[in-house]
């Protein structure tokens, strides 16, 4: 197979995705949203690990809002072979302080699961939250999905799910192409043919939900360019939704967008909301 992927070899595309090493402080930001995360749930978690499937990871924590009020799901991410969903619990603090109820779902991950697997878990906690978020006051009827990084590919292929009724992405990976080609496939063991039925930006017609697409400014370029481009193509298929650019914003920080109540990422979720 040839490397080479928009003018990159090997080299150049390994670091245009490696988040991580671009952000210097990324292993201090990691362990402040840890114990932030911690924090929140010790003080705001309705229920911890609740069981969706036989597998480990299959757990969901779930942070009651206001009683008949939405849904959110959140997929955290780490390019689908890092990370849990205990380092993510901070993002919940902006949904809340709007009565919204959150849950934070785990899964297995890669090389232990495929991708088509990662995204059957992500699709069986969303039924599992669709027959039973009822019983911690949400309104079923309105279940939104969000995800970061890996997370907001995991979000996109979610839109049409019967449950969901939008989605927020946030600095998502929507062409597995570049995925393909770089460090990252050695765990997930990605196929042309893979990349051709798992990448959002191919199956349009599967995405009719409204679905924001945001991401940081001070992003590498790749991932501006992932949502940029797969922005444009929903855009031009007529489907529902927007793009946010949100400036000063790097791969980490952005998340702080959805934890604050007046976030750029948390007012762009009232507005899918409302929609």
Not at 21 to 44: G, H, I, K, M, N
Not at 45 to 66: K, V
Not at 198 to 212: E, G, K, T
Request: aromatic residues 8%.
């Amino acid at each position: 197979m040839n490397s080479a992927y928009r003018g990159m070899d090997t080299t150049a595309l390994d670091a245009a995705y490696d988040n991580t090493r671009a952000v210097a402080d990324s292993a201090r930001l990691l362990e402040e949203f840890d114990a932030r995360s911690a924090q929140l749930r010790r003080t705001r978690a309705s229920a911890l690990d609740l069981r969706y499937g036989a597998a480990p990871r299959n757990r969901i924590d779930y942070f009651a809002g206001a009683q008949g009020a939405p849904l959110l799901v959140f997929i955290h991410g780490g390019y689908w072979q890092m990370r849990a969903k205990e380092t993510f619990s901070f993002v919940a603090a902006g949904p809340l302080a709007h009565g919204l109820h959150v849950a934070v779902i785990g899964y297995t991950l890669a090389p232990d699961i495929t991708l088509d697997g990662i995204i059957g878990e992500v699709r069986a906690a969303i039924a599992w939250l669709a027959a039973h978020a009822h019983e911690y006051g949400a309104d079923i009827s309105r279940m939104y999905v969000s995800g970061w990084s890996a997370g907001g590919h995991l979000t996109a292929t979610c839109m049409a799910e019967p449950a969901v009724r939008g989605g927020l992405a946030i600095s998502g990976i929507y062409d597995l192409e570049p995925i393909r080609r770089c460090y990252l496939n050695a765990k997930l063991g990605l196929s042309a043919e893979d990349v051709e039925r798992l990448s959002p930006l191919h199956q349009l017609q599967s995405a009719a939900a409204p679905l924001m697409i945001a991401y940081g400014a001070a992003e590498l370029p790749e991932l501006q360019r992932q949502s940029q481009d797969y922005a444009a193509a929903r855009a031009a298929a007529s489907l529902r939704g927007r793009s946010l650019r949100i400036d000063a914003c790097n791969h980490f920080t952005i998340l702080e967008q959805l934890a604050a109540a007046d976030g750029a990422l948390t007012r762009l979720l009232l507005e899918l909301v409302a929609i």
